[in-house]
């Protein structure tokens, strides 16, 4: 059984103390322990930490969904220099690529730091990969581009030899945990789409999902239709738990609970076990 945590996260439920902002959560698992995104505020990230008991150092690894700076903000910083120890940091190669947004103003919006300033901080020792691989007993990483067989939630715009181009978040990955007949899968923010991150953890590993847990990218009015095409799509797939957090939309989430019967919101110090 793995047990989840949310360390990061838009709203910090109801216990006192803890503080909501972007990131996400802590898993445990195979007597591992793996931290997935680590937010844009070192200093919520570590207040969140030791209201929960956990200790910088017990953490194994940490697991980057995508270079967007509110997954990979200030708490990666501040986790790495927190820590005694060198961290693994597993992730995807383009997730140094530098992103900027176009609205309200322009804006700067990939990871705020190069590979090396992480390197030298605490000793991040990353292991970046396209393809889907294993990389801690039973923690496997989707691997690289999801394949976009239906709609994706993409933002944004790359700069490339000085021009912006807009960015299909290629380096948006999920970790799927292996529990042994069924899975459960954790996204960061979805950029590329529920339904196509499912699928592609199922042909994987061959596996059905259990629960699908993390961002599912559809607020700012997602349309019905889209929403409809959610539900619809994760029930033909099998999945039997949704456990919808940061970007997945308030009135987006109403839908899903009114559609899905077992879902459930997220919050800084939810604890789940699958």
């Known amino acids: 059984m793995a047990a989840i945590t949310i360390l990061f996260e838009n709203h910090a439920g109801w216990r006192k103390g803890l503080i909501g902002y972007h990131a996400f959560c802590l ?26 008991g956990v200790d910088p150092d017990s953490i194994d690894a940490l697991f980057i969904t995508h270079g967007h700076y509110d997954h990979t903000g200030g708490g990666m910083a501040e986790l790495l220099k927190a820590r005694s120890e060198p961290l693994d940091v597993y992730a995807h190669p383009g997730i140094f690529a530098r992103r900027i947004a176009l609205k309200p103003r322009r804006r700067e919006i ?24 294993e ?3 039973g923690f496997i990483s989707s691997g690289g581009e999801i394949e976009r067989r239906t709609w994706d939630r993409a933002v944004g715009y790359l700069v490339e030899d000085g ?10 990955i999920a970790l799927i ?21 499912a699928r592609h953890a199922i042909e994987i590993t061959g ?45 987006e989430y109403a839908y ?8 459930e919101p997220l919050f800084v110090g939810k604890e789940i076990k699958v």
């Open 256 to 263: 899903l609970k009114g559609h899905f019967e077992l879902a």
């Open 110 to 133: 990939g990871i705020p730091f190069r590979k090396e300033e992480l390197e030298s901080l605490g000793g991040a020792v990353f292991h970046l990969s396209e393809k889907p691989f």
């Open 177 to 197: 945990l292996d529990l042994g007949d069924s899975l459960a899968v954790i996204t960061g923010c979805g950029h590329s789409g529920i339904l196509n991150i």
């Open 207 to 251: 596996k059905p999902i259990k629960a699908l847990i993390g961002g599912f990218h559809l607020r700012g009015g997602a349309p019905e239709h889209l929403l409809k095409d959610a539900v619809d799509g994760l029930k033909e797939l099998g999945v039997e738990c949704l456990y919808a957090g940061h970007c997945t939309g308030i009135y």
């Open 163 to 172: 021009k912006e181009v807009k960015d299909p978040v290629k380096d948006d």
């Open 135 to 137: 990389f801690l007993p």
């Open 27 to 52: 898993i445990e698992h195979n007597g591992q322990r793996v931290l997935v995104d680590a937010g844009t505020d070192g200093r919520v990230l570590l207040n969140n930490m030791d209201q929960l």
